[in-house]
């Protein structure tokens, strides 16, 4: 079989984005698939035509259009047409038997019309509704021209595409009630590399005591820093936490526009001891510094967003066994099991957070109970070769 993926970005960039296709081309290479990959203009090529990242070769989509191009609607026009012209090409040399478009609808606009002029079904994956992620980064209003035109692209794709594969069930409980018929709609979830995230990672001899968090309570947060994390929720409860629990610090790992906004927040409540920043870390590196945490604390905030798609992060964190505990957002209930897989707390809310915090520092005996069911539960449902397992029966619907 050989799939000609479509993608907005792809690596060396580091984003959840690019790790996820990293992990579903290299599973899907195992099965004996041949893969091709195809970016289109959002990602930063330097004018490349092609490259070759962790033996994986991303063919890239040059800009054209000028001046106009740079214009709000113009240049949603130019990245479709850019992408079209690049998969024609890449089709004729390729010949795919599938075109396996992933979000935005930009992808999946271009990947169908080629597919209907050259009879080649398409799939469309939706990792997230990108209107909706528009509105959490504050580039976009909510029900805003904008918001309405992203809506309306991603409706009329999986509308046109053979079969639609997404990453959770509230997403696809979302496309279903668009009016898209269920058998035509795979989960195909996150998972983790269960070796890369493993519970007896080599530590190097002293970083703990490099890092600043030798002989402490550590609570952590690895991730990107955007206003849905709800970073200041959890900077806003250590003040309550390092009061009843002294010995307790909280490790950032990462970093994103809300960085300098949680920063001077921590600055305000005097906790430049207590909040400990590591900056962006190798993806390579990422998981000795799981190793480095007690209780990883995921507190999203409940928007459209959040209450849709599940994360990676807390399945990272529960494959390295470690305690998780996250708000009570759609997404988070859907990886995790009150007491089994982990805790839930009350989103948006610092007193519930620092409450829930406290009360696991002081059943620390429980804590291997729930460290073992939490790996189970990753090796036996969320792992990269299960999940991408699901594919073959998706790609059988899209040629029949």
Known sequence: MRILHVLDHSLPLQSGYTFRT????????????ETHQVTGLRHDDGGLQQEVVSGLTFHRTQAKGGVLAKLPLLQQAVAIRALEARLDALVEQIKPDILHAHSPALNGVAAVRVGARRGIPVVYEIRAFWEDAAVSHGTSRAWGPRYRLTRWMESWVVNRARCVTTICQGLREEIIGRGIPAEKVTIIPNAVNVETFSTAPTMPAGFAEQVGVAGKKVLGFIGSFYGYEGLP???????????????VVLLLVGG????????????????EDRVLFTGRVPHDQAALYYQLVDIFVYPRLAIRLTDLVTPLKPLEAMACGKLVAASDVGGHRELIEEGETGFLFKAGSSTALADKMLQLLAQESDWPTIHQKARLFVEQERNWSQ??????????????
């Open 22 to 33: 990293r992990s579903i081309l290299l599973e899907q290479k195992k099965r004996g698939w």
């Open 233 to 247: 929720v959890l900077v806003e409860a250590m003040v309550a936490i390092g009061q009843a629990q002294p010995n």
């Open 256 to 271: 994103g526009p809300d960085e300098a906004l949680i920063k001077k927040l921590v600055g305000k409540l005097g906790l």
């Open 387 to 400: 999940s991408v397992s699901h594919y073959e029966g998706v790609y059988r619907q899209a040629l029949s």
